[in-house]
């Protein structure tokens, strides 16, 4: 069973939908990532949390609205998607991030996202 | 520009074979060398992770081989079996994880 847990495994919206994903760890790490993933590719960074603080974003546009509420819990706000915004969205965890070393990064199944 | 250059594409092996797969970085920064397999409907899960200093790792059945001098290094997974069929990454750590296209393993029964 993973430890990072997402919530919902499917979601399908429309394009002038406001939706939200979860993301959920209590293996008390410091930061927290989203990915977004199509089929076929690796996984490509969204954004980074580190201490519940917004550390990257790798120019994601904003109808992707990145939230930490606390160092357990990550949100994805979703507005106004796009077709081409349909794919699998990873979230993912580790002790810390920028501290040197190898933080291993521990991910969840994910959420499948389907654009109309 | 692609950091981590991965091959082949896709593998398809007979159980009980050592499949291989070769990656190759430029950044010399890296400063460690993951893997993450990945099961269709599941997130990707780290495998095992080399640090460049060190030429050869073994977890069970899964052995990096590292070469500093070359800048690259490869995935064998020994005594092959059909669980093991998954999309396999390598990947650079610069902080963030530089992942290679991934490598589609088949293992045939």
């Known amino acids: 069973d993973t430890e990072v847990t997402q919530t919902p495994k499917h979601l399908v919206m429309g394009m002038t939908n406001k939706k939200s994903l979860k993301c959920e760890q209590h293996?008390?790490?410091?930061?927290m990532y989203w990915y977004k993933q199509k089929a076929k590719k690796p996984p490509e960074l969204m954004f980074v949390?580190?201490?519940?603080?917004?550390?990257i974003n790798e120019s994601v546009p904003s109808r992707f609205s990145p939230e930490c509420p606390n160092s357990s819990l990550l949100n994805l706000h979703l507005h106004a998607l796009q077709p081409e915004d349909s794919a699998l969205y990873l979230c993912?965890?580790?002790?810390?991030f920028g501290t040197g070393g190898f933080q291993p990064q521990h991910f969840g199944d994910g959420t499948r996202l389907s654009i109309l | 520009q692609q950091q981590v250059k991965q091959s082949p594409q896709s593998l398809i092996v007979q159980k009980g074979g050592i499949p291989i797969i070769n990656c190759a970085y430029e950044?010399?920064?890296?400063?460690?060398f993951p893997w993450y397999q990945q099961f269709p409907g599941k997130g990707p899960a780290l495998l095992i992770a080399?640090?460049?200093?060190?030429s050869e790792k073994k977890e069970g059945r899964f052995t990096i081989s590292f070469n500093k001098s070359a800048k690259q290094f490869s995935l064998h997974i020994m005594d092959s079996q059909p669980g093991d069929s998954a999309t396999y990454f390598c990947?650079?750590?610069?902080?963030?994880?530089?992942f290679g296209k991934g490598t589609r393993l088949h293992i045939l029964p």
């Open positions: 993912a965890s580790s002790r810390g």
């Open positions: 293996m008390g790490h410091r930061a």
């Open positions: 949390y580190s201490y519940e603080k917004l550390s």
């Open positions: 950044n010399t920064a890296f400063d460690y």
């Open positions: 080399i640090r460049p200093d060190v």
């Open positions: 990947a650079a750590n610069d902080d963030k994880i530089i």
